[in-house]
């Protein structure tokens, strides 16, 4: 199911949560995995994917440099000679109501979560239109697409991955390289865990499926999309909400 033997795959913010969730799923449908993060904060994940029986190696990587995005991707070109997928995970929130909001915070946010995206993509993008193969999928969120109060700067640069990720795919799809977005809902997070029962209940009352998200559920998305599978699907939003926004 999904079978991604030997397939080269960068995932972005790879150290903790959705991103560990995803680099350990693709790894285990048999992906080689560059587990990507700052300094060497992704060892923990490459320790269990390789624990696992898997492949791995860390990624040192700032994705708000642009040199040390290029640094990550020619050493990944220079090791594997190819790279064919790459999952931009990484991102950060920070949430205040707009008329208090910083322009530092809102700065922050689209440069980490929307800017980080293009770089990232422009350095993956020569090499695999020259293979004229690539799977490009975006984590965003359910907030890029219903809005949510006090994360105007966060619902922006969601929002852009969708309009990015749609224009991207019409650009190479003849080069077949598939350009997709998963958006998830409310996930299961250290976070959302240390909050009290009530205001879980609060959320889980808003989804017809009457759970919050895992990361499991959203890395089984990115397997698919991945995959040769899906390889007629491009410039689509995959929601992975439990129904929290249809």
């Known amino acids: 199911m999904f079978d991604l033997n030997q397939k080269v795959v960068i995932v972005t913010g790879a150290s903790r949560g959705i991103g560990r969730g995803i680099a350990e799923m693709l790894a285990g449908r048999g992906a080689h995995i560059v587990a990507a993060a700052r300094a060497d904060n992704a060892a923990a994940t490459v320790e269990s994917i390789q624990r696992a029986g898997g492949s791995a190696e860390t990624g040192s990587l700032d994705v708000t440099d642009s040199g040390s995005v290029e640094t990550l991707v020619e050493a990944v070109l220079t090791r594997h000679g190819r790279i064919d997928v790459l999952v931009n995970n990484a991102g950060i929130a920070r949430d205040q109501l707009m008329l208090r909001m910083k322009r530092e915070e809102w700065d922050e946010v689209i440069t980490t979560n929307l800017t980080a995206a293009f770089t990232c993509v422009h350095a993956v993008l020569k090499p695999m239109i020259k293979r ?40 190479v799809a003849s080069r077949n390289i598939t350009v997709n977005v998963v958006a998830p809902g409310l996930v299961e997070t250290d976070m959302t865990k240390a909050v009290a029962e009530k205001a879980q209940a609060d959320w889980i009352s808003m989804i017809p499926l009457q759970r919050l998200g895992t990361a499991q559920d959203i890395a089984s998305a990115v397997c698919f999309l991945a995959s040769d599978e899906a390889a007629y699907i491009t410039g689509q939003v995959l929601a992975v909400n439990g129904g929290m926004y249809m």
């Open 132 to 171: 004229r193969a690539g799977r490009i999928i975006s984590i965003g969120s359910v907030v890029g697409q219903m809005g949510n109060p006090g994360q105007v700067n966060y619902a922006a640069s969601k929002a852009g991955l969708i309009g990015f990720s749609k224009a991207l795919a019409r650009e």
